[in-house]
């Protein structure tokens, strides 16, 4: 008796069980066709709408981490998840690819083969620790322009800083400076409007939106321009967390204090940069290898029409870690291969810490990365909550290497988005170094106490869908 109750506790019982009830069904169906046939046909064109979308999505790349996520959409909604599917992974031809053509090494090699970048020399680089830092001194190389001055956010947003913007853009275009700004059709709509783009225009300025809200649904909305650029004469570009909006100069604080980092670069690496930028202008561009120097970075970016970079180059970093890996993200919602190595990394005694905001400004995404952080904090990753306020700065130290740039710690950055960045070795990994431990002084550690059967459920259903928000 024993033996057969525990048979119903076996896996392979309830296969055999399923697999001998849809049998069944399709003897039951055979025998009665006649009676049952709008039922039968309904079901059937159902089912192979459900096969095929699923095949389709077997046979596609992608993470495994997305499939899942389609599989149980396609499953539990058979026709509406199919024409979700297509929909939502339609695709019109690549775009902001750059290409430079050159022989390289290690790292700088893969990149050049994902993504098209190279090692660049640079004169010198300065990190900025607020978004106040960053925009005083990129409004004043701004106004000193006299050649170009290109501009690509994810927000775009009218007020103080707008305005500021607007008059050090008419200084350089008085300079005799081609003005070109790009911003996102997500991220900027509500906060900039027609009439605004107008004035910029009549000011002798060209602007593109990237990706605009449709009046119908479109795939094309889900991968957005998410990058910071502002590349000015070929001669200094910068790049960071920061966006042009009030709030990231804490003009507008709506989540306390806006903790946000950025970088300037003079030198090779900023053509780099300049590159990135017309790719995006242009739908693609080349352009001849930048000069090596005394100080060479790795300026790199991500598109959801090339292979994931960064990702992959947080692996290598993490996986060659012996003293620290330092995270700051507004948001934190990895892969499976990620969470791994960062599980890896801190089993080896590498000190992994991670701040994320206290006072979140997408309650959703502050669940997903509490989600996330619950599985890796039992197996030695540290996570605090910077408690002024909201932490939106992008940064990711690995012993003596830095990754700064518009990437979040999370799937959609790495998958989604159109990112840039650049990985730094030396004396600028120190500065920023020095910024989280400030950072770290003002944050306590997450808390996660006893979940409520209601909010582990929650979790669950956050962390499955993660990869497609």
Known sequence: MRNFSQLFLKLNFWIIVLIAAQVAAIIFLCLYLP????????????????????VVLLLRCGSPEVKCAWFLIIAILPIAGALMFFIATARNKPQGILKITSKEDGLARAANAVCGTVAAGYDSAKYFSTGMKFWSYALSAIERATKSVYIEFFIIARGQLFNSVINALEKAHANGAEIKIICDGVGSALRISRKDIKRLKKLGMEVKVFHRLPPFPNANINLRDHRKIISIDGRVAFTGGVNLADEYINIDSPYGFWKDTGLAVYGEAA???????????????????????????????????????????????????????????????????VASALAFTALRGVDVTVIIPHIPDKKYAFEVSKAFAQRLKSVGVKFFE????????????????????????????????????????????????????????????????????????????????????
């Open 386 to 469: 910077y408690t002024p306020g909201f932490m939106h700065a992008k940064t990711v130290i690995c012993d003596d290497k830095v990754f700064l740039g518009s990437y979040n710690f999370d799937f959609r950055s790495t998958h989604y988005n159109y990112e840039c960045g650049a990985l730094f070795e030396g004396e600028i990994c120190e500065d920023v170094e020095r910024d989280f431990e400030d950072s770290l002084a003002l944050s306590t550690e997450m808390q996660h106490g006893t979940l409520s059967k209601r909010k582990r459920l929650s979790c669950f259903v956050l962390r499955l869908f993660a990869p497609l928000i």
């Open 35 to 54: 009676v049952f046939l709008p039922i039968t046909v309904a079901f059937a064109a159902m089912w192979l709408l459900t096969a095929v979308t699923s």
């Open 271 to 337: 053509k780099v940069f300049e590159g990135m930028f017309l790719a995006m202008w242009n739908g693609s561009h080349e352009m001849p290898a930048p000069l090596k120097g005394d100080k060479n970075c790795l300026p790199y970016y991500d598109c959801p029409d090339c292979k994931a970079f960064c990702e992959d180059a947080y692996i290598w970093a993490l996986s060659t870690a012996k003293e620290r890996v330092h995270i700051l993200t507004p948001y934190f919602c990895v892969s499976d291969k």
